[in-house]
């Protein structure tokens, strides 16, 4: 499917396309290519926000759901933005590189690529990868755990606007990440 020339991206679920619209002008949700789960949307309005950890390629499955989710949704009110959907997918390597691949034309392993979609509320699909967290796990001296979290915590911060590209940029971030690591 194209709209103004540009593939949308669909790849765990009906929320890659939800924010785009068609060539045509209408949302993908108005046909039979995306239905919107009732219980997000009354009257094509949120009804509340959805923060959602699933696995793709690799067994995996998040401990402590609920706390996660809890910390998420402290970061994104303390850095004064609004949560929209927001989906983890813990996955292998050959995922995320293909991924890498596809939509940024970047031919290395990484640990996390963040799609953020147009929306007033941060809405995005975080894809995390299991091997390379264990990896860095190792490679910095610290745990599975702590590692992941500062994957998904490094996640957030990018759709609340901090960018890594710079040395002071990188330093930033890193600093919000410990930050919020500790509390």
């Known amino acids: 499917m194209k709209i103004s020339g540009k593939e949308i991206i669909q790849l765990n679920s009906w929320k890659l396309t939800s924010y785009y619209r068609m060539a045509d002008g209408k949302w993908p949700y108005d046909s039979d290519e995306c239905q ?41 009110r303390k850095e004064k933005k609004k949560a929209g959907d927001i989906t983890f997918t813990f996955c292998n390597d050959a995922f995320l590189l293909a991924l890498n691949k596809k939509f940024l034309k970047h031919n290395t392993l990484t640990d996390i690529i963040t799609f953020q979609y147009p929306s007033r509320e941060l809405s995005s699909e975080i894809f995390i990868s299991i091997p390379r967290v264990k990896e860095n796990a190792k490679k910095f001296n610290t745990s599975f755990e702590n590692e992941l979290h500062r994957i998904m915590i490094h996640g957030i911060l990018h759709l609340c606007g901090y960018k890594d590209k710079t040395p002071g940029k990188k330093k930033e971030m890193r600093k919000k990440e410990d930050y919020y690591l500790s509390i």
């Open 36 to 76: 919107t789960p009732s219980e997000l949307m009354v009257n094509g309005k949120r009804n509340k926000t959805s923060i959602e950890f699933i696995s793709k390629n690799i067994f995996f499955s998040l401990k402590n759901k609920a706390f996660a989710k809890k910390k998420i949704l402290s970061i994104i």
